[in-house]
């Protein structure tokens, strides 16, 4: 069994709850009240730019030139999306700038660029895999679900069940799986546990957008 197919039977629960969160069946029934997704909308164009950070640390500390691409191009990609992101969204609704992280945020954001900085790089790399994987499979899933284009979410909906995302998607499992089939037991293990924690975090990155979080001191 490949390490990808491991790293997904292992978090399904998790998976599961995530479809079924509110945020994610209001946003497929367009239902979600604006101001969650503003929030969440701002939060992610956060996410976003330290994502794209995160993805460039690990492409420095790859040695094989392809995969040093790869990770390069992945990054240009996270920063693209957060200024296209800014462009429609933050245009539209009046967004700030400047956008100051929940604790939710920031405990994804610091995670995976601490795993990018000081973990094994396959580690590093099982760590951001779920930002791509988890979303495309969310993606799909509310696209599926979808009856027309009465859905105000339309676009968010649209660009995460596209054709460009789902190649990039593809291309990280399967590097994921290149460097876990070279990697020894241990460090497939500590791929797959960066792979579950990362992946609770995207629960909470949702969940904490629908709750509007706030820190409380």
Not at 96 to 121: F, G, H
Not at 132 to 161: C, E, L, S, T
Not at 177 to 191: C, E, F, I, P, V
Request: hydrophobic share 45%.
């Amino acid at each position: 069994m490949k390490w990808s197919a491991q790293a997904w039977e292992r978090v399904q629960p998790i998976y599961a709850k995530i479809l079924a969160m509110p945020f994610n069946t209001e946003l497929s029934s367009g239902t979600l009240p604006i101001e969650k997704f503003i929030f969440y909308l701002a939060q992610d164009a956060y996410y976003l730019l330290e994502f794209g950070r995160t993805l460039s640390t690990i492409s420095s500390r790859m040695q094989d030139a392809d995969l040093v691409m790869a990770f390069a191009g992945f990054s240009t990609g996270a920063i693209f999306a957060e200024r296209s992101l800014h462009e429609s969204y933050f245009v539209e609704f009046g967004l700030a700038n400047e956008v100051q992280p929940t604790p939710s945020t920031l405990l994804y954001t610091n995670y995976i660029l601490s795993q990018a900085a000081y973990a094994n790089v396959e580690i590093a790399v099982a760590a951001v895999l779920p930002c791509f994987w988890i979303y495309k499979a969310v993606g799909d899933h509310i696209f599926a679900q979808q009856d027309g284009d009465q859905n105000p979410y339309k676009r968010w909906i649209d660009m995460y069940a596209g054709v460009e995302f789902a190649v990039a998607v593809e291309k990280a499992i399967d590097i994921t799986d290149q460097l876990a089939s070279q990697a020894n037991a241990s460090t497939q293990q500590k791929m797959l546990a960066a792979f579950e924690m990362a992946t609770r975090l995207e629960w909470m990155f949702w969940d904490s957008a629908y709750e509007l979080e706030k820190w409380k001191i």
